[in-house]
């Protein structure tokens, strides 16, 4: 595969990852908006691999971050606005990707 043409291809899943986020997709419609390629699609460079699934989780998590600093919703709230599937199982997102809870980093941005 050309490279110039694999980057552009990058470039164009990452901006329909993105336009997909702002409406709150399940991860599901962007693994068949993506020929199914659920984890094999990669974003980025060698280095900085991601597969769909994880690029989506941390864009969701950079938008929770904003929320928490910005908004005095709360978690359960941010969490369905976000498209997870429990609260619990965005606290354990944002924690494996942040090491500390949403409660956590909203706490430590009201003191910093």
Do not use: C, W
């Amino acid at each position: 595969m050309n490279t110039r043409f694999f980057v552009a291809v990058l470039q164009m899943t990452r901006v329909f990852i993105h336009e997909l986020l702002s409406r709150h997709p399940e991860i599901t419609t962007v693994v068949q908006s993506v020929n199914g390629a659920k984890t094999s699609l990669l974003l980025g460079k060698q280095e900085r691999m991601l597969f769909v699934n994880a690029y989506i989780a941390q864009q969701k998590v950079e938008a929770a971050k904003s929320l928490l600093r910005t908004t005095a919703r709360d978690v359960r709230e941010i969490s369905d606005a976000l498209s997870f599937s429990s609260a619990a199982y965005f606290t354990r997102v944002f924690r494996r990707q942040t090491g500390m809870t949403p409660t956590q980093f909203r706490q430590m941005q009201a003191v910093g």
